[in-house]
């Protein structure tokens, strides 16, 4: 499996911006696609977007496009999500996960490889 650890959770604002990263244990060209996903409390795991590491292409949950935006870094070996115009209910925990298909999606099920998260909190 793929090693991930992610970064950049914290308290913000409404309204207010973050960054994700999520750093990975080989070239994120070779992945596959990678996925962050979003766990509200007491609800389900939901994919937010996705990145497809061969070519760069990306997806979005309705309810994030146009406000986050997920990019890779070669040098860097990350895979980031910055979020803008965050929300109250944008509050939870953001997961990255890998797949060893060069195709999104937006199930948990379909990925193989998760970090641990990190946490994000909306609030005033």
């Known amino acids: 499996q793929v090693q991930l650890v992610e970064s950049g959770g914290g308290l913000v604002q409404p309204g207010g911006s973050l960054r994700l990263s999520c750093t990975a244990s080989?070239?994120?060209?070779?992945?596959?696609?990678i996925g962050w996903f979003h766990q509200a409390p007491g609800k389900e795991r939901e994919g937010v977007s996705c990145?497809?590491?061969?070519?760069?292409?990306?997806h979005y949950a309705d309810s994030v496009k146009g406000r986050f935006t997920i990019s890779g870094d070669i040098a860097k070996n990350t895979v980031s999500l910055e979020m803008s115009s965050l929300k109250p209910e944008d509050t939870g925990v953001y997961y990255c996960?890998?797949?060893?298909?060069?195709?999104?999606?937006?199930?948990?099920?379909?990925?193989?490889?998760w970090g641990r998260g990190t946490q994000v909190v909306v609030s005033s």
């Open positions: 996960a890998t797949r060893r298909d060069y195709y999104c999606s937006e199930y948990p099920a379909d990925f193989t490889s």
């Open positions: 080989e070239f994120i060209q070779d992945l596959g696609a």
């Open positions: 990145l497809i590491s061969s070519d760069g292409s990306t």
